[in-house]
T-cell receptor
Framework: GQQLNQSPQSMFIQEGEDVSMNCTSS?????WLWYKQEPGEGPVLLIA?????ELTSNGRLTAQFGITRKDSFLNISASIPSDVGIYFC???????????FGTGTSLTVIP | DTAVSQTPKYLVTQMGNDKSIKCEQN?????MYWYKQDSKKFLKIMFS???????INETVPNRFSPKSPDKAHLNLHINSLELGDSAVYFC??????????????FGPGTRLTVT
């Protein structure tokens, strides 16, 4: 199946810094989802986006549905150690039954 | 409340054995999935069931057989386990939010180790 391009692959940042990551696709999606996976756990849904241009926040996290519908962005402001994990994007079409995942961004926050 | 649950959490077994992983969701979703996550953390879709009907069947060895007794349960049976089957297996479920979009939720994963 299609795998979305997610960048950067990994990030090492100081506590307090802001983080930006993005996800691009060759296909148009109607839904973009962002997940966080901590070691030994399943991916947890952070933010869901449903309209081109939509900007949605969840605490210090803000995600955007790209205007072209082929990309999405996730920002984390003022990072803290518990933000550590792998962040995945996922896109889905209107049929809603198949999800295409990004390759993941591994985030390390240095206290 | 548990949304998507899987058992067991860990499974260690020898090559050639047959094993099953169970999944249950209490979200009232119509569609359930099995994913395999390898050591590079890629999430690869294996199967998807919608209302007990198989709708996605990616290129997976036929030693893997999903079974959905009802729309809240999706089990995965693996025959003749091989070393390369070692991975983390995730169950997930999803619902449509009308025509506007969809959400998918994951279980905690089953770490399978074949020795």
């Amino acid at each position: 199946g299609q795998q979305l391009n997610q960048s950067p692959q990994s990030m090492f940042i100081q506590e307090g810094e802001d983080v930006s990551m993005n996800c691009t696709s060759s296909s148009i999606f109607n839904t973009w989802l962002w997940y966080k996976q901590e070691p030994g756990e399943g991916p947890v849904l952070l933010i869901a986006l449903y309209k081109a241009g939509e900007l949605t926040s969840n605490g210090r996290l803000t995600a955007q549905f790209g205007i072209t519908r082929k990309d999405s962005f996730l920002n984390i402001s003022a990072s803290i150690p518990s933000d550590v994990g792998i962040y995945f994007c996922a896109g889905a079409l209107n049929t809603g039954n198949q999800f295409y995942f990004g390759t993941g961004t591994s985030l390390t926050v240095i206290p | 409340d548990t949304a998507v649950s899987q058992t067991p959490k860990y499974l260690v077994t020898q090559m050639g054995n047959d094993k099953s992983i169970k999944c249950e969701q209490n979200l009232g979703h119509d569609t359930m999935y099995w994913y395999k996550q390898d050591s590079k953390k890629f999430l690869k879709i294996m199967f998807s069931y919608n209302n007990k009907e198989l709708i996605i069947n990616e290129t997976v060895p036929n030693r893997f057989s999903p079974k959905s007794p009802d729309k809240a349960h999706l089990n995965l049976h693996i025959n003749s386990l091989e070393l390369g089957d070692s991975a983390v297996y995730f169950c997930a479920s999803s619902r449509l939010r009308g025509i506007t979009g969809t959400e998918q939720y994951f279980g905690p994963g089953t770490r399978l180790t074949v020795t």
